[in-house]
């Protein structure tokens, strides 16, 4: 599944729609076994959520757009799919998200090519279960200095954290992916599957249950003056930086 969002692959309410859309009809199709997420945007795997989604709309767009948010994450983290990510370019914020979502990480040799979920630096909050995919992929002290501090890792940094499983040379990636892509499809699917839901669903399950108090939330913190006015001044500096 390659990513085609250009410039940055942000990930728009369209490309989220999209997104799933072609997740549903991948599982639902018993010839797949498996998916390797990558970015066709070269230096970008994704750049996270699309800010224009989440500045100057109105309550009920940004209640559409993170319920969107949601489904993205609930369905590509419970996946009975294995999910590999192919890590080809930068992944803040939402595209990290996306990433720690996946079985597996590889992430190309490339210091610019940092991960991680930085929203703090932007001033907001990661939801629960942003933090909640994160201390369960890299513990709990580390995910909360880098919740707290917004790092975005290197790949050096990355895999001895444990936020990728393996770093390759750039031209690598997709081989790398393949040759582990073999090695989880080895494992019966059914009992691979059951472990999968046995492991993830209590984190699911948490969204789930507090899922519209979670949407309520995010639409009054996003709807601040405060938080409006700090996405306005970011996207001004986003627009002089291209021009």
């Known amino acids: 599944m390659k990513m085609r969002n250009p410039p940055v692959n942000s990930l728009s309410l369209e490309f989220l729609t999209e997104m799933l859309i072609s997740l549903e ?22 750049a996270g959520l699309d800010l224009t989604e989440m500045c100057g709309r109105d309550p009920t767009h940004y209640a559409e757009y ?5 489904e993205l ?26 990433a ?4 597996y990480r590889v992430l190309a040799d490339n210091p610019k090519y940092a991960i991680g979920l930085n929203e703090t630096l932007l001033g907001i909050v990661a939801p ?16 909360e200095r880098a919740l707290q501090l917004g790092l975005l890792f290197p790949p ?8 990728v499983d393996q770093v390759v040379p750039e031209d690598q990636v997709q081989s790398a992916a393949q040759s582990v892509l073999a090695q989880w499809l080895a494992v019966p699917g059914h009992a ?31 709807s601040r003056d405060a938080i409006q ?5 970011y996207l001004e500096k986003l627009k002089q930086k291209k021009s």
């Open 128 to 143: 629960f279960w942003f933090k909640d995919t994160l201390v369960n992929t890299v513990g709990h002290r580390v995910a």
């Open 156 to 163: 050096a940094e990355a895999l001895r954290v444990g936020v």
């Open 100 to 103: 720690l979502s996946s079985d």
């Open 66 to 70: 993170w319920k969107a948010v949601q």
């Open 192 to 222: 691979r599957q059951l472990t999968k839901t046995l492991m993830r669903k209590p984190t699911a399950d948490r969204l789930l249950k507090e899922r519209d108090a979670d949407i309520q939330n995010f639409v009054r913190f996003i």
């Open 229 to 233: 006015k700090a996405l306005r001044a």
């Open 25 to 46: 009809k991948l599982e639902s199709d018993k010839a797949f076994h498996a998916i390797i997420i990558t970015s066709d945007c070269p230096g970008i795997f994704s």
């Open 73 to 98: 994450w609930l369905r590509f983290y419970l996946s009975h799919l294995v999910v590999i990510s192919a890590i080809n370019g930068v992944s803040p914020a939402g595209g990290c998200l996306l």
